[in-house]
């Protein structure tokens, strides 16, 4: 039996780490595992079993990425594929299993500026107000994702991990796991902390009737399969479909209605720096992306209104 390359060992260790000692989402691991395992691949196939991790240079990273664009990757595939190939010889550097990052050196693909279509207030309104028998299985289950995802920024992934421990009506607030298993209290605005009161007694009457009565998540599957706790998938799901219902885009997802709170915060006048700690960013920088959305906004209100513009 050949022994198992190094490349491949020193991946398998990043991995782990990744997961025990940083506790990155599953997600994320999948993400970084699937991007190292084929510049392993890769650099086996061309440098062979035997090439040390301590020798890889610049170019042969260059050579992995055009191979990528000759695969009809696009540029922001290959930043991807990048950006964990940076974290994977940093890490190595770290651990002394080489001497610098050769990854800094190699430019990261130039990627177009977009900035995502955020729906209006008006339209979020519409939004949370809709879930109906026509347009949702379980009307006030959807309508609190709906205020949750909306009213408190949240990710989908922290969506589906409250539980109704969670829930501190006496403070108002919720409590949120977030990436890293990072914690932070949200708000629980008065429209949300409603629509919870109307959905739990349905949850516990479903949860009655299925025999799960210890179930601790607060958003549950309508039928009660396994856990009974309702999946990040299935939310996504839930959201297209009562946005496309609503006359929004088919690309509305959960994510969507974080960036909406993020923007009309800011446009109400909200804090910087109070947004960043709602939506449980670690850096300001990625906060700041609503502010380009509203200065876009701002923009076109300048073209079309001011004498001098014209």
Known sequence: MSAKPEIVIRVDEFLAALENERAASPHTVRAYDRELHSFAEFSVAKLGAGFAVSRFEHPHIRAYLGELYGRGLSKASVARALAAIRSWFKWLARRGYVEQNPASLVATPKLPKHLPRVPTIEEMNRLIDSPSEESAAWPDRDRVIFELLYGCGIRNAELVGIDLADLSWANEAILVRGKGKKQRYVPLGDAAAQAIRAYLPQREEKLKAAGKLGTEALLISARVKGSGRLTTRSVGRIVKHVAQA?????????????????????????????????????????????????????????????????
């Open 246 to 310: 609503n006359g929004l885009p088919a690309d509305v997802h959960p994510h969507t209605l974080r960036h909406a709170f993020g923007t009309h915060m800011l446009e109400e006048g909200a804090d910087l720096r109070a947004i960043q700690e709602l939506l449980g960013h670690e850096r300001l920088s990625t906060t700041q992306r609503y502010t380009q959305l509203t200065v876009g906004q701002v923009t076109e209100v300048y073209d079309r209104t001011h004498p001098r513009a014209k």
